[in-house]
């Protein structure tokens, strides 16, 4: 199985503070690694896929860079609505998919 | 415009069953794999397999294989997810999701998700 470790597991930053938080693969998974959020009481919501790309509508201060086994999610200036849990996820395998731990994100 | 509205909240005693239902419209049913996930309080995601609304195939989760099974319905695009002999760390909210599948890859990610169904097992 492929595990993803995400780091750290709670981050506290003021708003216009760069955020980063890592994932790691423990096996090469090329590029097949998409971030989301979560906000309380809510779905996830896909921000960033296969690792760089950004999805349609997602404001452009998300960016996400990496491949192999080491990725980076970005929120280059945080804003207060930017409060949430992010995750990665690997999409390598057609029959694995598997998730980071979560990143508690919140304003200091 | 693209939603997954699933089932209502549901309160199981442990050994019992649950089916979830996920109700897809606007796109094509069958042009997307739908995936569960879930999450227990308080916890992060945690995928659970996958079924192709176009022939039915599914793919599970080592962890749930001999207890989940996922279904789906083409004529009311509608995909199922049932958990059988339920535990109390089967508390969770579930969600259905959908992707598209290229070739011998996954293609950009959940783009969208169910609202989440609840699901209590207390005796």
């Known amino acids: 199985d492929i595990q993803m470790t995400q780091s750290p597991s709670s981050l506290s930053a003021s708003v216009g503070d760069r955020v980063t938080i890592t994932c790691q693969a423990s096996?090469?998974?090329?590029?097949?690694l998409n971030w989301y959020q979560q906000k309380p009481g809510k779905a996830p919501k896909l921000l960033i896929y296969?690792?760089?790309n950004l999805e349609t509508g997602v404001p452009s201060r998300f960016s996400g860079s990496g491949s192999g086994t080491d990725f980076t999610f970005t929120i280059s200036s945080l804003q207060p609505e930017d409060i949430a849990t992010y995750y990665c996820?690997?999409?390598?395998?057609?029959?694995?998919?598997?998730f980071g731990q979560g990143t508690r994100l919140e304003i200091k | 415009q693209v939603q997954l509205v699933q089932s209502g909240a549901e309160v199981k005693k442990p050994g019992a069953s649950v089916k979830v239902s996920c109700k897809a419209s606007?796109?094509?049913?069958?042009?997307?794999?739908m995936h569960w996930v879930r999450q227990a309080p308080g916890q992060g995601l945690e995928w659970m397999g996958w079924?192709?609304?176009?022939?039915?195939?599914?793919n599970y989760a080592q962890k749930f294989q001999g207890r989940v099974t996922m279904t789906r319905d083409t004529s009311i695009s509608t995909a199922y997810m049932e958990l059988s002999r339920l535990r109390s760390d089967d508390t969770a909210v579930y969600y259905c999701?959908?992707?598209?599948?290229?070739?011998?890859?996954?293609?950009?990610?959940?783009?969208?998700w169910g609202q989440g169904t609840l699901v209590t097992v207390s005796s």
């Open positions: 999701a959908r992707i598209r599948r290229y070739s011998s890859s996954w293609y950009r990610g959940f783009d969208y």
């Open positions: 606007g796109y094509t049913f069958t042009g997307y794999y």
């Open positions: 079924i192709n609304p176009n022939s039915g195939g599914t």
């Open positions: 096996q090469d998974i090329s590029n097949y």
């Open positions: 296969d690792a760089s």
């Open positions: 996820q690997q999409y390598d395998n057609l029959l694995l998919i598997t």
